[in-house]
């Protein structure tokens, strides 16, 4: 079934080669495309384009079809095309006539438009919950090993003392900041682009700001024209979201690579959450971080992909942007997969105690001797020079210990501060007031 077909029939490897993967991918928009067509039901019936009976039978065959979804069973038919035919399919098999109406005043672009915000939407709420578990992980790690100190590098030279506590709460704090980004994309996805049709919006008295209010969205996407003109930016505004959280998981899966490393040694896991070796008995090998790293890469990639797929479009829908579905969806999941398989290893982290008592760690601590001179009234200049002609020489001499009471230092994690930040920038999701326009428009 395809809702554009008159007379002609396509050739089939044409037909084949524009699907493509649509069929399989439009499985995940599913339960999104009911409900844009409960929300448009519902507003048809409110400027007299469908009966109260008419609204009443549609909405319970929906919401049928909606269970279905969740539950799993739910499948494209042979030779159906897309989520939208099926529905539009299932409904006029079951009421007749009246199935056909509820294509009034909305065409697939826009239909397709509001699953993909929907779906976004969802997903988005889905990664900020994943992300938050994970957080709030390192900042359990951050507290439980605060008093651990290890090696700070720069240029991966010996720098300065570091701590697990610094180095865990550092990770925390980043998301923090990915969240920020991805907050500011999910504003992007929360407006309503349904009733700009085909991108010229409809001759039907149509009230879009009804649909808004029932879909939970935010704002509407005002301009019809600007509403089609979306797909694509948006698809890449989140894909630089979820490339942000990607790059705080890359960097921390190349430490633990590192740390775990026997010429560090710093920290090790469990058996069998590493991998050994065919050939040699002693490897235990950091294969998730590795994995997290590779895919976490390729996520930070996908901008550029989506934005090089939509660079010289011109405003209205093109087929181009069918193919972005094969790019932004399975992100998710792989971004969602890579924070949980994080969180499962540094759970079972474990830490390599009084690591700088090793005297090849001696030089991390020369900044320290340098400010002990510096609060005995020597110039820091002259104690620099002092600090480093004993070092040249051999004569340095240092006690393994440090007093950084500073904001956000070893000694003042600050990791309340870190946690309020968090708290904040999930609040500002407001996922309640979507989860509650959904609830009320699946209600019985």
């Not at 991998?275 to 090998?285: D, E, F, L, Q, V």
Request: charged share 20%.
């Amino acid at each position: 079934m395809k809702l554009w077909q008159k007379d002609i029939i396509p050739l089939q490897s044409v037909e084949k080669f524009t699907v493509g993967h649509d069929r399989e991918l439009d499985i995940y928009l599913a339960p999104f495309d009911v409900l844009g067509s409960l929300a448009h039901t519902k507003m048809l019936e409110s400027v007299g384009l469908l009966t109260k009976e008419e609204l009443s039978v549609l909405e319970v065959e929906l919401k049928r079809i909606y269970n279905v979804i969740q539950q799993g069973g739910f499948t494209l038919d042979e030779g159906v095309e897309d989520i939208h035919s099926q529905v539009e399919l299932m409904l006029t098999q079951s009421l007749g006539d009246v199935g056909k109406k509820i294509h009034s005043a909305r065409s697939r672009n826009d239909q397709v438009l509001v699953d993909l915000k929907l779906f976004l939407r969802s997903e988005i709420e889905h990664l900020v919950s994943t992300t938050r578990e994970l957080f709030d992980l390192l900042i359990l790690q951050s507290e439980k090993y605060k008093n651990d100190l290890l090696p700070g590098y720069t240029h991966l030279q010996l720098a300065m003392p570091s701590s697990f506590g610094l180095w865990f709460g550092a990770y925390a704090e980043s998301l923090v900041d990915d969240l920020i980004t991805l907050q500011a994309a999910y504003g992007v996805v929360n407006k309503n682009p349904l009733g700009s049709a085909a991108g010229y919006g409809s001759s039907f008295p149509i009230n879009r700001k009804m649909t808004t209010e029932l879909l939970g969205f935010n704002d509407l996407n005002w301009n019809v024209v600007y509403a089609q003109m979306g797909r694509g930016k948006t698809e890449r505004i989140v894909a630089s979201a979820l490339a942000n959280i990607a790059a705080t998981l890359s960097k921390l899966s190349m430490d633990a690579c590192l740390y775990l490393n026997q010429n560090f040694a710093f920290i090790s896991f469990p058996d069998e959450l590493t991998t050994g070796s065919s050939i040699m008995p002693h490897k235990k090998n950091p294969d998730v971080f590795e994995l997290i790293r590779s895919h976490c890469n390729r996520i930070q990639a996908l901008p550029n992909e989506i934005m090089l797929m939509t660079t010289n479009l011109p405003s209205g829908y093109q087929r181009d942007l069918q193919l972005l579905k094969e790019h932004i969806v399975p992100a998710f999941e792989n971004l969602q997969s890579c924070l949980q398989m994080a969180g499962l290893m540094l759970t079972n982290i474990h830490v390599k105690k009084e690591l700088l008592k090793d005297e090849k760690y001696k030089y991390l601590f020369s900044v320290e001797e340098v400010n002990k001179l510096v609060l005995q009234g020597t110039p820091f200049r002259d104690a620099y020079k002092i600090v480093g002609r004993d070092i040249e020489t051999g004569n340095f001499q240092y006690i393994p210990e440090t007093s950084h009471t500073h904001e956000g230092s070893i000694g003042n994690l600050c990791n309340n501060e870190i946690l309020r930040m968090m708290d904040s920038v999930i609040k500002e999701f407001n996922f309640e007031k979507v989860n509650k326009a959904i609830q009320n428009l699946l209600e019985p």
